[in-house]
């Protein structure tokens, strides 16, 4: 009512357009009509300006072009893109990002378990003095431990299985990278123990390998 207080020259019937066409919107300021949905989600090169980015004056024609405008493809796409931008402010549907985002956490959250498996199984073979490669044609303690924690592991028995041989994360490299950065923890934590200490000594001892080399 408010309108017709503003604007003498809407007539009560000129409502009628605002009920059947819900998305149709009054501008005071310009005293024309326009399209919320396509003026809110069509882009900057929207082809037909009418009722998008220009009101529409023209009272006699209303009926015609918002006819013709109801049935256009870009606004119907626009009321899509409007919807759905409702429904994701309403909670009803999860954004394209955050799903895009809760995928990829999913991804990293099981790599990270992965990894997790294989440092644990090179640190046990390093504690219990294993060598981790075996004889050619033998799996090595390294992958018969994984094959082992697999049993219990399904994430890593699916990983072992069927997982892009592109990122096995098994390669010697992989398991050399592994063994510097646990060495580099085992020393950061020994520096620091030292560090903290009042006093320390070190007690060191010899090892040969196979060829009898210390
Ligand atoms: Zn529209």
């Known amino acids: 009512m408010e309108l017709v207080q503003h604007q003498s020259r809407m007539l009560k019937d000129d409502f009628a357009p605002f009920v059947l066409y819900p998305w149709l919107r009054y501008s005071v300021v310009t005293d024309g009509v326009y399209c919320a949905q396509c003026h809110l989600f069509a882009g900057p090169d929207a082809r037909v300006k009418t009722l998008v980015t220009t009101v529409l004056r023209d009272w006699s024609n209303i009926s015609k072009v918002v006819l013709s405008h109801m049935k256009s493809e870009a606004h119907l796409s626009n009321c899509d893109s409007a919807s759905h931008f409702l429904a994701i402010m309403k909670g009803e549907k999860k954004d394209i990002l955050c799903s895009m985002s809760s995928q990829y956490n999913v991804v990293v959250e099981k790599n990270r378990k992965i990894l997790v498996s294989i440092t644990e199984a090179i640190v046990f073979c390093g504690k219990q003095k294993l060598a981790l490669r075996g004889h050619e044609g ?77």
């Open 138 to 214: 033998d799996k090595g303690n390294f992958q018969a431990l994984l094959s082992f924690q697999a049993k219990q592991d399904p994430i890593l028995k699916e990983h072992l299985e069927h997982g892009d041989p592109r990122s096995m994360y098994l390669s010697p490299d992989l398991q050399n990278e592994l063994i510097s950065i646990c060495g580099k923890q085992i020393a950061d934590s020994i520096v620091s123990k030292c560090n903290s200490a009042p006093c320390f000594k070190f007690m060191a001892d010899e090892a040969t390998d196979a060829s009898t080399m210390e």
